[in-house]
């Protein structure tokens, strides 16, 4: 039995720069600076589809290549020794234990003039974040309207394009609703559909399923199996793993589910920011029609 195929990785993500954490599995150093506590690096969570920030001390298992990134990423991060003339001075003595705790932990923990320790920044987590955005008290302050842009693209969202030929209008709505309910039950956050159009060309419908908290390749694949394996064409990515479809045709291979309710051709798509118009959907067929 072969294993299930892996979704590819965005094209910005160096597949050698790996490393794995104990909540949530593989991720990847990522270039670039968050700039938020000292230490803290992009990487990308392939279990869950989004960007995000580690420190040192949550890093596992990684290669080799993301040990020495690591190295000079915390060497280039090393905050700057307190102005002194004199070594011996408690605050330069306190930078440097301090320094020597940063290259080992990823983690700065602050000193004031005396010396002595003072209270560290809170970090900010995975949890923290939703689709690589961080959702923190600052973005409480946005307008309701550009808080809900910022929760729409950073959303996976679960649409099915349905087929039914030699049907009136009506009934390929039964049947797309049908399919919708099947993969909201398996795929999404609810039952599903929060939305189905009225047919195009009498027989295909859209149907917006709702939202998940998979990345696109997961809740392709969960879509495919509440629908039945046969009969679909090999799942793919557009824009890098923001968005995933799989298309099913009923001559490629016997499908009794999908048969029986009479469809010829399925369309599944899930991404970040999939809204309710299908003309929104990356390359899609809807477009102009």
């Known amino acids: 039995m072969s294993s299930p195929a892996r979704p590819p990785l965005p094209p910005d993500v160096d597949p050698q720069l790996w490393f ?22 992009l990487a990308y969570c392939a279990e869950l589809g989004i960007r995000t920030r580690v420190s040192k001390g949550e890093i596992g298992v990684c290669s080799e290549q993301t040990r020495y990134f690591v190295r000079g990423f915390l060497s280039g991060n090393e905050l700057a020794p307190p102005e002194s003339g004199d070594g011996a001075e408690a605050a330069y003595l306190a930078w440097r234990e301090a320094a020597a705790r940063f290259r080992d932990s990823g ?26 955005v961080v959702i923190g008290a600052g973005a409480e302050e946005l307008p309701d309207e550009l808080r809900a842009l910022v929760r729409e693209q950073a959303t996976v969202r679960v649409a099915l394009v349905v087929d039914v030929p030699n ?102 798509h899930a991404g970040y920011g999939l809204g309710h118009d299908p003309s929104r959907t990356p390359d899609s067929r809807w477009q102009g029609e």
């Open 167 to 268: 049907s009136d209008a009506d009934r390929a709505v039964e049947v797309a609703t049908t399919l919708a309910e099947r993969v909201g039950r398996r795929t999404c956050d609810g039952p599903g559909p929060v939305e189905v159009s009225r047919p195009v060309s009498i027989t295909r419908v859209y149907a917006l399923v709702g939202v998940t908290g998979h990345r696109p390749w997961v809740a392709v694949q969960t879509a495919m199996t509440a629908l039945g394996r046969s009969g679909w064409a090999t799942a793919t990515a557009v824009e890098g793993e923001q968005y995933v479809t799989a298309e099913f045709q009923a001559h490629r291979k016997l499908n009794r589910g999908l048969d029986a309710l009479g469809v010829s051709a399925v369309e599944i």
């Open 20 to 41: 794995d954490t104990a909540q949530c599995g593989r991720h990847y150093l990522l270039d670039g600076n968050p700039h938020t506590s000292a230490g803290r690096m």
């Open 107 to 132: 983690s700065w923990i602050d000193i004031d003039a005396a010396g002595d320790i003072a209270t560290a920044p809170a970090e900010d987590t995975e949890a923290d974040t939703d689709g690589g």
